[in-house]
């Protein structure tokens, strides 16, 4: 697509009567949350799942898991993490890379909690964003699937087939998360975030997305747009 016609692109958003109908159509077509999810960093409490989700960016899914492994095989609450060398963290967390940047901003979430939080991992949004480290989107990850609340996170995925098909807008992924709960409907935040990803994962991919089969290309943007001008 040619710049001027990715310009007329970017300009538009479904409507919101459109949204509703994007939403039914990934409900159909696509698997929401199962009673066993546990969310792409898969740990058992709020604290692991912060930390495994800050070690997470920038690094695949498996590097990730190996770091957080060899983490918390050394310590797994915020005492005894600080009581750690940094130089032996950072050997630890090095398969997710930028590990002393994380080894920093961990040592950072865990003082805060302590002086800040009475060690007790905050569990709203606003709480977790002062957290060191945490963003947006691994607030999200973790409001819902370790306090299960109704929430889109906003990951790469999701991202791209919110901005690809109008659905939101945004430059960042924080800014997409906050477009999109803006614009979705109460009944579609429980699920909405393993509807779009599943879907980005399958149709809407990256490179090559399957838009002629695609059962939402009625009403994308990027879709009806491209037909419109070529």
Same mark, same amino acid.
């Given at each position: 697509?040619?710049?001027?016609?990715? !310009?007329?692109?970017?300009?538009?958003? =479904?409507?919101?009567? +459109? $949204?509703?109908? !994007?939403?039914?159509?990934?409900?159909?077509?696509?698997?929401?949350?199962?009673?066993?999810?546990?969310?792409?960093?898969?740990?058992? +409490?709020?604290?692991?799942?912060?930390?495994?989700?800050?070690?997470?960016?920038?690094?695949?899914?498996? @590097?990730?898991?190996?770091?957080?492994? !060899?983490?918390?095989?050394?310590?797994?609450?915020?005492?005894?993490?600080?009581?750690?060398?940094?130089?032996?963290?950072?050997?630890?967390?090095? #398969?997710?890379?930028?590990? @002393?940047?994380?080894?920093? @901003?961990?040592?950072?979430?865990?003082?805060?909690? =302590?002086?800040?939080?009475?060690?007790? $991992? #905050?569990?709203?949004?606003?709480?977790?964003?002062?957290?060191?480290?945490?963003?947006?989107?691994?607030?999200?990850?973790?409001?819902?699937?370790?306090?299960?609340? +109704?929430?889109?996170? $906003?990951?790469?995925? $999701?991202?791209?087939?919110?901005?690809?098909?109008?659905?939101?807008?945004?430059?960042?992924?924080?800014?997409?998360?906050? @477009? =999109?709960?803006?614009?979705?409907? +109460?009944?579609?935040?429980?699920?909405?975030?393993?509807?779009?990803?599943?879907?980005?994962?399958?149709?809407?991919?990256?490179?090559?997305?399957?838009?002629?089969?695609?059962?939402?290309?009625? =009403?994308?943007?990027?879709?009806?747009?491209?037909?419109?001008?070529?």
């Amino acid at each position: 697509m040619s710049q001027s016609k990715n !310009a007329t692109f970017a300009d538009k958003l =479904l409507s919101p009567a +459109d $949204v509703e109908k !994007a939403y039914r159509l990934l409900e159909a077509h696509m698997p929401g949350r199962t009673p066993t999810a546990k969310g792409p960093k898969d740990q058992p +409490d709020p604290f692991r799942s912060c930390v495994s989700c800050m070690l997470s960016a920038q690094s695949r899914d498996e @590097n990730t898991a190996k770091a957080s492994q !060899a983490l918390f095989a050394l310590a797994e609450t915020p005492q005894a993490i600080l009581m750690v060398e940094d130089e032996t963290i950072a050997a630890a967390i090095k #398969p997710a890379g930028l590990y @002393n940047m994380k080894t920093r @901003n961990l040592k950072k979430m865990c003082r805060y909690l =302590l002086d800040e939080c009475g060690g007790v $991992v #905050p569990s709203n949004r606003e709480g977790l964003m002062k957290l060191p480290g945490i963003g947006r989107k691994c607030a999200d990850i973790v409001m819902s699937f370790t306090f299960g609340e +109704d929430v889109i996170a $906003v990951d790469t995925h $999701v991202h791209r087939v919110a901005n690809r098909t109008g659905l939101a807008r945004g430059k960042t992924e924080a800014q997409t998360a906050q @477009n =999109l709960e803006d614009r979705s409907p +109460d009944w579609a935040l429980r699920d909405g975030h393993f509807w779009l990803l599943q879907f980005g994962k399958t149709v809407c991919a990256s490179r090559a997305p399957k838009c002629e089969t695609c059962f939402l290309n009625h =009403l994308c943007t990027f879709y009806t747009t491209a037909r419109a001008e070529n």
